[in-house]
């Protein structure tokens, strides 16, 4: 018994410190072209679902995460709007980031250009659409 609930315990400190990694490049990613925002703060906030309950109503209590964490949550997609705007403005982005690592050298740029496709694959064909005008029950 006491074995279970040490891994208990463990696994919900190691769950609570990736919500914590994913939610700092989830922020970073707003500034950085090319770092995903949307995947991380969706990461970060299953982490916090199976970790701690006062770090996932936190994240839910945000204005700027929060609704879109909710609406996620409940429907299990994004409106088609959303999609178009998240794929462009990752790609807007991700051009910058490629031009820029021009001097890095291009196995960087490939790395870049394939996280973008990987993103772009996830949003179109792992997140359903969903209709623009959901009804949102506020917690």
């Known amino acids: 018994m006491a074995i279970t609930t040490e891994r208990a315990v463990i696994a919900r400190a190691l ?3 990736l919500g914590v990694l994913c939610m700092a490049l989830g922020i ?3 500034f950085v072209p090319g770092l995903p925002t949307t ?7 299953y982490l916090f679902a199976r970790s701690s309950p006062r ?5 839910e209590s945000k204005c700027w ?3 879109s964490l909710r609406r996620f ?3 299990r997609g994004m409106p088609r709007r959303t999609k178009v705007v998240a794929l462009t403005s990752m790609w807007i982005g991700l051009s910058v980031s490629i031009y820029v690592l021009a001097s890095v050298g291009v196995g960087a740029q ?3 250009a394939a996280f973008g496709l990987i993103g772009t694959g996830t949003i179109l064909f792992l997140v359903r659409t969903t209709a623009a005008r959901q009804s949102l029950i506020l917690s």
């Open 39 to 45: 995947e991380f703060v969706l990461a970060a906030s």
């Open 65 to 67: 995460f929060g609704p």
């Open 55 to 59: 770090l996932e109503h936190w994240l």
């Open 28 to 30: 970073i990613g707003v």
């Open 73 to 75: 949550r409940e429907t």
């Open 15 to 17: 769950f609570a410190s």
């Open 110 to 112: 490939i790395a870049a």
